[in-house]
């Protein structure tokens, strides 16, 4: 089983839905997740971070659950400026290196 | 706003040459980091670097590569005698602290003929 496991997509969806993605990881000791935003052929910029309540920042919403060691992103009246890869992202307390997945590939058209 | 910086963008080599990636860290930042990303594949951690020793490398991190801090600023990453599949986009990233946020420099572009 891979370590952070994604939908790869594509997901192409109109201006203005409401989309989902999905990510489970293997190892029960991570403590730390992240969404990470790839734009083609950039760096991965942090989207925002994932904690146990859940969290919102604006039209992104994040979930976790622990106990399935799932996480979810949710983007609501999604935005053209919103195409991009999106990337879910693991960390083992206290070791450094963060544990990437694939990735979820999402175009939004007009 | 402070970012990552990284030099060359682009580098092609030769097979067997030796290549230095240059990084410049968000000033303030203690904890430096190497990620690759193969075109089309995930990114995958390399090597993290604090207080100028490595702290942790993963299975890639082979006798080929290795880092280096040489003055207060710079973060290389060297690759000795480049093989075709070290051909990948090379990220630097930084962070305060070891539980902070890492960022991520605009990556160098190997090419290895």
């Known amino acids: 089983r891979k370590e952070v496991e994604q939908d790869p997509g594509p997901f192409n969806v109109p201006e203005g839905a409401t989309v989902a993605f999905n990510c489970t990881y293997s190892n029960s000791a991570s403590q730390s997740f992240f969404w990470y935003r790839q734009d083609c052929r950039k760096e991965p910029k942090l989207l925002m971070s994932v904690y146990s309540s859940g969290n919102e920042d604006g039209r992104f919403t994040a979930q976790l659950n622990r106990a399935s060691q799932y996480i979810s992103l949710l983007i609501r009246d999604s935005k053209l400026s919103d195409s991009a890869t999106y990337l879910c992202v693991v960390k083992i307390i206290p070791n450094n290196d963060m544990r990437f997945g694939a990735g979820t590939r999402l175009t939004v058209k007009p | 706003e402070p970012e990552v910086t990284q030099t060359p963008s682009h580098q092609v080599t030769q097979m067997g040459q030796e290549v230095i990636l240059r990084c410049v860290p968000i000033?303030?930042?203690?904890?430096f980091y190497w990620y690759r990303q193969i075109l089309g594949q995930k990114v995958e951690f390399l090597v993290s670097?604090?207080?100028?020793?490595?702290?942790?490398k993963s299975e890639i991190f082979d006798d080929q590569f290795s880092v280096e801090r040489p003055d207060g600023s710079n973060f290389t990453l060297k690759i000795r005698s480049t093989k075709l599949e070290d051909s990948a986009m090379y990220f630097c990233?930084?962070?305060?602290?070891?539980?902070?946020?890492?960022?991520f420099g605009p990556g160098t572009r190997l090419l290895v003929l």
């Open positions: 670097f604090y207080n100028n020793e490595i702290s942790e």
């Open positions: 990233a930084s962070s305060a602290g070891n539980q902070e946020t890492q960022y």
């Open positions: 000033s303030n930042h203690l904890y």
